[in-house]
């Protein structure tokens, strides 16, 4: 297990998160939570995909926000995993990961067959 380059990987793409949800929406520092924000009413916001996801939520960004930040939330904990040593480890049944399940989704909590 090559836990530099998954750290890396993972490092990239919390960059990646915060700047989506900077966009997106705002942290709220009380919760530590982050909030949907307004869809901003100019033609910069005009991502096809995001409209269409986001097209019922009454004009916010709160399910494409939810949704990153659960992403991010991973990202952290994965990235703590690799501090604490545990990383790669299924978090249900204590097997290893394999190593190809890691590298499309280096967040990931479980092995295949514990994944929810
Ligand atoms: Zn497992």
């Keep these: 297990m090559n836990t530099t380059l998954m750290k890396e990987k993972l490092q990239t793409e919390k960059v990646t998160l915060e700047a989506e949800l900077a966009e997106h929406g705002r942290f709220n520092a009380?919760?530590?939570n982050w909030t949907g924000s307004a869809i901003a009413n100019s033609s910069e916001g005009a991502d096809v995909n995001v409209a269409a996801d986001t097209m019922e939520e009454l004009g916010t960004n709160s399910a494409i926000v939810e949704e990153l930040e659960a992403?991010?939330?991973?990202?952290?904990?994965?990235?703590?995993?690799?501090?604490?040593?545990?990383?790669g480890m299924?978090?249900?049944?204590?097997?290893?990961?394999?190593?190809?399940?890691?590298?499309?989704?280096?967040?990931?909590?479980?092995?295949v067959e514990h994944a929810a």
Excluded: D, W
């Design 30 to 32: 009380e919760t530590g």
């Design 71 to 87: 992403r991010y939330k991973n990202v952290l904990h994965a990235l703590q995993k690799i501090e604490e040593g545990s990383y």
């Design 90 to 111: 299924c978090e249900v049944g204590g097997e290893e990961i394999s190593e190809e399940r890691l590298a499309a989704n280096p967040a990931a909590r479980t092995c």
